[in-house]
Structures are given as C-alpha cells and as structure tokens.
C-alpha cells in the first residue's frame, strides 16, 4: 500500500468530504461541537477521542470543522479488500495492526508510524484513538501506548523543536444506533509534548506513562465516563431521569445539548459520591430504580412520558394531526421503504452493534441516490410536465424525513395514551417523584459536603 503522498491535500478527500457531510448532518438530529477554539492553528496536531461508536467517531471530527483534513488510523482488518483499502488510503485512512492479526504483522506498524510522523512534521492533523478499540458502554477505557509512542517519536526524531499539541477528545451520542439521535463533539485544551521534554530525557517510559495518564484524565473531563461498571444500568437510569431536575439545580436557564451534558457530568459525580460515603442506602435507590422501570417496562413506555404526563385532550389533538396528515407519511414510505430498510437487513448478521450505525450511514448513502434516480427516471415515463418530475425528486428526501417522525410520533403517542389509560398511572408517577426526592437529597448532601 503507497501512503506517500496521505500528509497532502487532496481533492478526492475534500469531494467525498463535501459528499458526505449533508447526510451526515441529516443522520444526526443535534450535531453540536464544542471547545472549538482550543485546536491549535498552524501547529501539528493530534486529536485524541474518546472512542465509542466504530467508523462514525472520525466522521464525527472531521466535519467538527471543515477546514482541516485529518488522517487516522483504523483497525487493519478492514482494508483486506484492495479495492476498499485503496478507498480507505485516499480517505487519509491508515491501517494499525494488532496482535490478533498475527505477530509477524506488527513490524508493518513502524512503516505506519512513520507515516504518521511525516503527517505531523507537516504541520497536519493526526487521529488517534488512544483506547485503541471501542466500547459499547458509556466509559474511558484505559489508554494504549500507540499514542505516547508516535508522538515522542516525532518530537525526539526533531529535537523536540515540532511543538506537537495533543487535543483530548470527547464524542457522546445519545443512542449508538439510533437514526436522527444526537451526537457532541467536546474539543479540550491541548496537551504540549515539548513540557514533557525534560523528563523524557530523564525517563522515557515513566514520561510516557505520566503523558497518558494526564490524557485519560482530560478525555474523562469531555465524555460521560461511568466507572461504577457495578450499578452501571443505574447510573444510565438516573442520567435520563434526574436530567431536568439537575439543570434546574445547576441554575441552567437554557436547556442545551452542552448543558445537559454537563448536567449528567453532574449527576454522574454525586452518585459517585453517594455510593463511596453509603453504599447500604445506595442499594436502595437501586431497588427503586428498578422498580421504576419494571414497572414502566411492562406498558413499554419511556420515562420522559411519565415525566410529560401529556393531557387526554392534548393526546387527543394530536391523534386528529395523525390521521389528517396521514396520506403524507403513506406517500414518504413508499418512496423511501427500499432504501431505508435495506441496511437494516444487511446489518442483521453484524455481531458488534456499534458498527450498526456506520453500516447504516454508509449504505444509505449509496442506496437513497440510486433509488432516488430510479423512481425520478419511472415517474418520468408518466409525465412530461417538467417542474412536476422535478418537484417529485426534490419532495423524496424531506418526504423521507417526514415519515420517519410521523412514525417515531405514531409510536410515542401509543405509549401516551397507553400511560393515560393505565390504572398504575398515579402509582408509577408517584415512584418517580420519590426517586426525584431522593435525588434531590443526594444532591443537597453533596454540595454540603
């Protein structure tokens, strides 16, 4: 595989780049990007995420600013095909082996880190995922050496004169799989590999150690990170629940993406601090918890309709926009049915849910197109009026996207008027008070404490 020219701009990057980005921002409901202004200009770079959801992380950078074209590494085993890893290579892709592909394959990772290198000697932007694989929970897992090792290389290999920033990295999606979830990007302060400069001279493999516990502590600081793996259910639970009570505790006037974030930040910390100071009462809430959910489980609602407890007669208008609005979903579905499940039949053999999303992305990027112009070419044999075949090509996508709400609306007012009707209502609402006044407590105690 030729990487020489990867440290180059690129038109085919910057072309896909521009390709993909709409989708992408379309595949998420609530893109939000902060700390933007703590990535260095004019300096070689290395961002550091927090890595949590396959092929969709890197595209989560890249389009966090739109002027930069970064190169990462990936897991080798994807560039098996010579067609794809061709692909791949002229995306800035570069592939990293491991010790599960074969012992005599790791001496390949010193032309890759090499490469890398020159990346950096070249003042671009190198992605590293310092965890080295993903995690399907909401956690930091502790950090591989890979990144330590190429970024004191590249300084040791110029005299430590490059003046490489490690930027701590914290990406949070609020479903993994989820179409039109959301999705934050947290840029931290950058980490100056030139301070460690003296204590690398002194000890290299202790600076080292000392650089990537520095850079897990930053990359905690930017992602929900839940280390309880004990009550983790419990901490999940409790973010979604405690979440609007937590904002108002915070003093958060505005209800944003970024504060919400740092709500549930919150509500992590105080739970920490509840379990480590009373761990008999911790297992208390626990029970209540559970209870909670088993009991709105069994009517298959979620929790923010509890919390809403939408009126009859609100349920009620709603129900009458449905039926009235219903021809325009049937037309959106039988434009885009294809296209649209399509990936969710491939994806059924694929083990790791958390490359769901990116195969779904990434089909649907091909697929929507391509059905797209078939149904455009057959509806225009029917007609010759040319703004109306027109007006057909353009309504598919947003006709799509409307459908798509109509039925996630379709099924979450079931679910409220399944809770409206339901005999355990007042009891269910009455259990997540409790939890709410609990919590409350909780919250009281800590900041006194």
Not at 88 to 97: D, E, M, T
Not at 202 to 220: A, P, V
Not at 396 to 404: H, K, N, S, V, Y
Request: no cysteine; charged share 25%; aromatic share 16%.
């Amino acid at each position: 595989m030729n990487f020489s020219s990867v440290h180059k701009t690129s038109l085919f990057y910057e072309v896909s780049q521009t390709f993909v980005s709409i989708p992408f921002r379309v595949f998420y409901k609530n893109y939000s990007v902060t700390g933007i202004e703590n990535i260095p200009k004019n300096e070689p770079i290395i961002l550091a995420p927090n890595h949590q959801n396959a092929l969709m992380d890197p595209l989560a950078a890249y389009y966090s600013k739109n002027d930069w074209q970064v190169v990462f590494m990936a897991r080798s085993d994807i560039f098996k095909n010579p067609i794809v890893a061709k692909l791949l290579i002229g995306l800035k892709i570069l592939p990293v082996y491991r010790i599960r592909d074969g012992k005599e394959k790791l001496k390949l990772n010193e032309e890759i880190f090499n490469v890398a290198i020159k990346v950096l000697e070249h003042k671009k932007q190198l992605l590293i995922f310092p965890e080295a694989s993903h995690t399907n929970r909401r956690s930091v897992k502790v950090l591989k050496k890979g990144i330590a090792r190429i970024a004191f290389q590249a300084e040791e290999r110029n005299n430590f004169n490059l003046n490489i920033k490690v930027v701590p990295v914290g990406i949070y999606y609020s479903n993994y799989v989820n179409f039109r979830s959301k999705l934050q990007v947290n840029f931290g302060k950058p980490i100056n590999v030139s301070d460690y400069y003296d204590s690398y001279k002194e000890n290299q493999q202790k600076t080292m150690i000392d650089f990537k516990k520095k850079l897990n502590e930053e990359i905690i600081k930017l992602a929900i990170h839940i280390k309880n793996t004990d009550y983790y259910d419990l901490y999940e639970k409790l973010r979604y629940i405690y979440r609007e009570q937590m904002l108002i505790n915070l003093e958060f006037s505005e209800h944003s993406e970024k504060n919400k974030f740092y709500a549930d930040k919150k509500t992590i910390e105080i739970l920490d601090n509840y379990y480590d100071n009373d761990k008999n009462d911790f297992e208390n809430i626990n029970k209540q918890v559970n209870n909670y959910y088993n009991d709105t489980k069994k009517l298959n609602i979620r929790d923010w309709i509890v919390n809403k407890s939408l009126s009859s007669t609100k349920a009620f208008m709603a129900s009458i926009a449905m039926i009235l609005l219903f021809p325009l979903f049937l037309y959106g579905v039988i434009n885009n049915m294809i296209p649209y499940f399509l990936p969710k039949i491939a994806i059924k053999n694929i083990k790791d849910k958390q490359f769901h999303s990116t195969f779904n992305f990434a089909l649907g990027l091909f697929l929507f197109p391509i059905f797209y112009l078939i149904q455009f070419t057959l509806f225009s044999i029917f007609t010759d009026i040319l703004w109306l075949k027109y007006l057909y090509l353009l309504s598919m996508p947003f006709i799509g996207l409307f459908a798509f709400h109509y039925y996630r609306y379709f099924v979450k007012l079931k679910a409220v008027w399944k809770f409206a009707l339901s005999k355990n209502k007042k009891q269910i609402i009455e259990q997540r008070k409790n939890i709410i006044d609990k919590m409350n407590l909780v919250f009281k105690n800590s900041s006194s404490n």
